[in-house]
């Protein structure tokens, strides 16, 4: 097993096994333009990711054929593409991992919650990271599309019960909502419940306004929110929360 190296970017066409961070991916060169970059996990399925070259130009991008996850570069190297395809693959593993761990006890507590959040800070802010897309198909309505970590996200919000029922509708505009959401330093002093609320909202209204949580990432509300749970983290007790916090 060998870590891709950059002699690679003149391999020949084959099959190789290449073992990155101690996991074993399997890179198939189908052409000199191309190849596509296997991670076969024990728990999960994992799309393959395509490396290809640029046409007319130096360089290659990596990225999936459904429109949600690519392309991404461009990266001049052969074997830096099929890193970065072998690092999000991974990072995606380990976020689905996360996801399974954080549901295996329904009754989570306040830490567990906290915890299931934080997880995601790191892989939001990876160098390159694309939460998701906007997609204008000729002569149909435009739509945005979520990455595959980003709708682990989300799952991960409604399994652990961040998304509550609560009249967000009218919260959003209330100037509590107004100051956590556009007042960085109100944000970092934020409790629990807010942020319960914070992420309420902005996943509901997602259903209602195309690309709402797409916006939420890109103004770093998100990693606003995450970075307070991460804080949140180290000093939550292992107690269950309170079921009526945010409904009242």
């Known amino acids: 097993m060998l870590i891709a190296t950059e002699e690679d970017d003149d391999m020949a066409l084959d099959q190789r096994v290449y073992e990155y961070e101690g996991e074993r991916f399997e890179v198939v060169r189908t052409s000199v333009d191309s190849a596509t970059v296997s991670f076969k996990c024990r728990n999960h ?86 939460f998701g897309r906007m997609e204008a198909p000729p002569g149909k309505m435009p739509y945005y599309t979520l990455s595959p970590l980003a709708s682990c996200f989300v799952k991960t919000c409604y399994e652990m019960d961040w998304v509550k029922p609560f009249d967000w509708t009218e919260w959003k505009g209330s100037p509590e909502a107004m100051q956590l959401r556009d007042d960085p330093s109100a944000l970092e002093s934020a409790t629990f419940e807010q942020l319960s609320r914070l992420l309420t909202v902005v996943i509901r209204q997602d259903r209602f306004v195309e690309g709402a949580l797409g916006g939420a990432f890109e103004s770093e509300l998100l990693s606003g929110i995450l970075r307070r749970a991460t804080v949140l983290a180290k000093d939550a007790q292992d107690t269950k929360p309170q079921t009526s916090s945010v409904s009242e």
């Open 45 to 130: 399925s994992h799309d393959d990711f395509l490396v290809g070259a640029i046409e007319g130009e130096k360089g290659w991008l990596i990225g999936r054929k459904e429109s949600n996850d690519g392309p991404r570069g461009p990266i001049d190297k052969f074997a830096s593409a099929v890193e970065w395809s072998c690092q999000i693959l991974l990072e995606e593993c380990g976020a689905v991992g996360q996801l399974d761990e954080s549901c295996a006890d329904v009754s989570s507590t306040h830490k567990d919650r906290l915890d299931a959040l934080a997880a995601f800070l790191p892989k939001f802010e990876l160098p390159g990271f694309e």
